[in-house]
Structure formats: C-alpha cells, structure tokens
Nanobody
Framework: QVQLTESGGGLVQAGGSLRLSCVASQPILSRQSMAWFRRTPMKDREFIAA????????QYADSVKGRFTVSADNAENTMYLLMDKMKPDDTAVYFCALDTDYGWGFTPPTPYIMYDYWGQGIQVTVES
C-alpha cells in the first residue's frame, strides 16, 4: 500500500499563488505517473495535471495550462503543483494520485480511473 500525503493548501487572493506538495510513502518508479485532480460541488475528480516519472513528461487541463506547473523531486518522492494567477474557479479540494502501471506511452494518463492510490485531499480556496 502506498500512502500519499498532500500539503500546502489554504486561502489565497485571486491572482496569487500556492504550491501544493504530495509526498509518497515509498519511491516512485520510472515510468509510473502521478497526477493532481480536484473536486468541486459541480465536478468530481477533474483532471488538472500529471507527470510521468523518469521522462518528466507532463499533461495539463486546458483550464490551468499556462498558470499551473507540475514537477517532481525523485529523491524526495514528492510531486508539486505550483499554482499561479489563481482564480476563484480554482477553489476546490485537490487530490494527488499515483498510477503504478509502467506505462509505455510518453505522456501520463489523464482519466482518474487509471490511478490506483489517492491522497486524502486538501482544500484550496481562492477569494475574489
């Protein structure tokens, strides 16, 4: 069992920035992927961003492209999400997730069903 722990959430003003962290309880192996999803009352597990370990390829939802950046620290088994130019619509509970399959595609998967392990979620609130 892999445990994922998110941190870094909170309250921010529109236009501001936050950085989320997700620490895995064991090493993430090359070609596995990690992702960020978010949940609002209107959308359940909306894909936000993902990164494939080893090749560092990334994927972003159109709604966050150019504002959010996903990155990884292999040595610390940690994935980050730097959120810039935040909007009230970014208000949500953010989850990190791990896909343990050794995918052979270059880009990480985006459907939530591909991800095996999930963090507990962390609240992010953007005030206008």
């Amino acid at each position: 069992q892999v445990q994922l722990t998110e941190s870094g959430g909170g309250l921010v003003q529109a236009g501001g920035s936050l950085r989320l962290s997700c620490v895995a309880s064991q090493p993430i192996l090359s070609r596995q992927s990690m992702a960020w999803f978010r949940r609002t009352p209107m959308k359940d597990r909306e894909f936000i961003a993902a990164i494939r370990w080893g090749v560092s390829s990334t994927q972003y939802a159109d709604s966050v492209k150019g504002r959010f950046t996903v990155s990884a620290d292999n040595a610390e088994n940690t994935m980050y999400l730097l959120m810039d130019k935040m909007k009230p619509d970014d208000t949500a509970v953010y989850f990190c997730a791990l896909d343990t399959d050794y995918g052979w595609g270059f880009t990480p998967p985006t459907p939530y069903i591909m991800y095996d392990y999930w963090g507990q979620g962390i609240q992010v609130t953007v005030e206008s």
